[in-house]
């Protein structure tokens, strides 16, 4: 969160902003701005959920010895894209309503450039496939049997598409009624979004994730759209999502924080916006849960949900520590 030294100075800035008009917002907030600034606190870096803080340990290790922000966010996720038992993220995420688990992911560095895949199946580390695809084509975006042609071709193994023990177990269950509404809890919504400040003053940013459990086959949500599941912007911040992909998408989520960033907003403040927006644009909201994270280029952070429950790891030189974000609808 900021300081409350620079949010008095901005509180005054945006005042003296008032009176001239708001073209000066954007010139304020702008590179010079942020790039002059002593008071930076870097590196840093903040990712959803409980699983965030094994992801963020893996991060770390890379921020803390000087490594780039780029490489902490892909190897940070890779580490919840490992774990099988995470029902969520990986192949060990829940199916579709036809017992497919496929997976999206995005990564975006601070120089702009960035790149996705959806509806991969079969293939463990979508979020490398994503930085290959930004890497090495001239596209952002590869889907489905393309994205894992691509990513054999470039060496990734295919797995086995059986489901995990444990996802064969909730499909199974799923199955006796096959109702399908996404539940405004924290279970069906755990994608990993991570977002860094490294020691060179660069952000970066990633999200993956299998989607929401039970999905219609084929649906693809905010998670691997760069602007909704995750946007970075090196002049002034970067942003994540997590929640029901679909009341993201409607609002351009991630890419609103980072702009509402720009105009002036704190992180928080920011975050805190795009959930009112969010809840201004989808008529459904009391039955979802959403959840914003962002970090500017100062390394002031901020979160903000939709309900309760939505929480975040962050690392920096003081330690890995698991934060509640406040929340819109008490
Ligand atoms: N945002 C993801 C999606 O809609 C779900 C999640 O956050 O778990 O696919």
């Given at each position: 969160?900021?300081?409350?030294?620079?949010?008095?100075?901005?509180?005054?800035?945006?005042?003296?902003?008032?009176?001239?008009?708001?073209?000066?917002i954007t010139?304020?907030?702008?590179?010079?701005?942020?790039?002059?600034?002593?008071?930076?606190?870097?590196?840093?870096?903040?990712?959803?959920?409980?699983?965030?803080?094994?992801?963020?340990?893996?991060?770390?290790?890379?921020?803390?010895?000087?490594?780039?922000?780029?490489?902490?966010?892909?190897?940070?996720?890779?580490?919840?894209?490992?774990?099988?038992?995470?029902?969520?993220?990986?192949?060990?995420?829940?199916?579709?309503r036809d017992?497919?688990?496929?997976?999206?992911?995005?990564?975006?560095?601070?120089?702009?450039?960035?790149?996705?895949?959806?509806?991969?199946?079969?293939?463990?580390?979508?979020?490398?496939?994503?930085?290959?695809?930004?890497?090495?084509?001239?596209?952002?975006?590869?889907?489905?049997?393309?994205?894992?042609?691509?990513?054999?071709?470039?060496?990734?193994?295919?797995?086995?598409?059986?489901?995990?023990?444990?996802?064969?177990?909730?499909?199974?269950?799923?199955?006796?009624?096959?109702?399908?509404?996404?539940?405004?809890?924290?279970?069906?919504?755990?994608?990993?979004?991570?977002?860094?400040?490294?020691?060179?003053?660069?952000?970066?940013?990633?999200?993956?994730?299998?989607?929401?459990?039970?999905?219609?086959?084929?649906?693809?949500?905010?998670?691997?759209?760069?602007?909704?599941?995750?946007?970075?912007?090196?002049?002034?911040?970067?942003?994540?999502?997590?929640?029901?992909?679909?009341?993201?998408?409607?609002?351009?989520?991630?890419?609103?924080?980072?702009?509402?960033?720009?105009?002036?907003?704190?992180?928080?403040?920011?975050?805190?916006?795009?959930?009112?927006?969010?809840?201004?644009?989808?008529?459904?909201?009391?039955?979802?849960?959403?959840?914003?994270?962002?970090?500017?280029?100062k390394g002031?952070?901020?979160?903000?949900?939709?309900?309760?429950?939505?929480?975040?790891?962050?690392?920096?030189?003081?330690?890995?520590?698991?934060?509640?974000?406040?929340?819109?609808?008490?």
């Amino acid at each position: 969160m900021g300081t409350r030294r620079s949010f008095i100075k901005k509180s005054t800035l945006l005042s003296a902003l008032a009176l001239t008009g708001l073209p000066e917002i954007t010139k304020a907030f702008s590179k010079e701005n942020f790039s002059g600034a002593d008071d930076v606190r870097k590196p840093v870096v903040i990712s959803t959920w409980n699983h965030g803080l094994a992801a963020n340990d893996a991060a770390w290790k890379i921020l803390s010895s000087n490594g780039v922000a780029l490489d902490a966010v892909e190897k940070g996720v890779m580490v919840t894209e490992d774990d099988l038992t995470n029902l969520s993220v990986g192949l060990g995420g829940l199916p579709d309503r036809d017992g497919n688990v496929t997976l999206d992911a995005c990564i975006m560095d601070e120089k702009g450039r960035c790149g996705g895949v959806a509806f991969l199946q079969r293939i463990k580390h979508p979020i490398s496939v994503a930085r290959m695809v930004m890497e090495k084509t001239p596209h952002v975006l590869i889907v489905g049997s393309g994205a894992q042609k691509f990513a054999l071709d470039n060496g990734f193994k295919l797995e086995s598409k059986k489901l995990t023990p444990e996802a064969e177990k909730a499909y199974k269950e799923w199955l006796k009624t096959s109702q399908y509404k996404p539940v405004a809890n924290i279970e069906n919504h755990d994608t990993i979004g991570m977002v860094a400040l490294d020691a060179h003053g660069n952000l970066s940013g990633s999200c993956t994730t299998s989607g929401l459990a039970y999905k219609m086959n084929g649906r693809v949500g905010d998670s691997p759209i760069i602007g909704a599941g995750m946007y970075v912007d090196n002049e002034i911040g970067a942003a994540c999502a997590t929640g029901v992909g679909e009341t993201v998408l409607r609002i351009c989520g991630s890419y609103l924080v980072v702009e509402l960033m720009r105009q002036g907003a704190s992180p928080a403040d920011a975050c805190k916006k795009a959930v009112e927006r969010l809840i201004s644009k989808n008529p459904n909201y009391k039955d979802v849960q959403v959840g914003f994270l962002a970090l500017n280029k100062k390394g002031e952070h901020g979160a903000y949900a939709l309900q309760k429950g939505f929480n975040y790891a962050l690392a920096d030189n003081t330690g890995n520590k698991l934060f509640d974000a406040d929340y819109s609808l008490k």
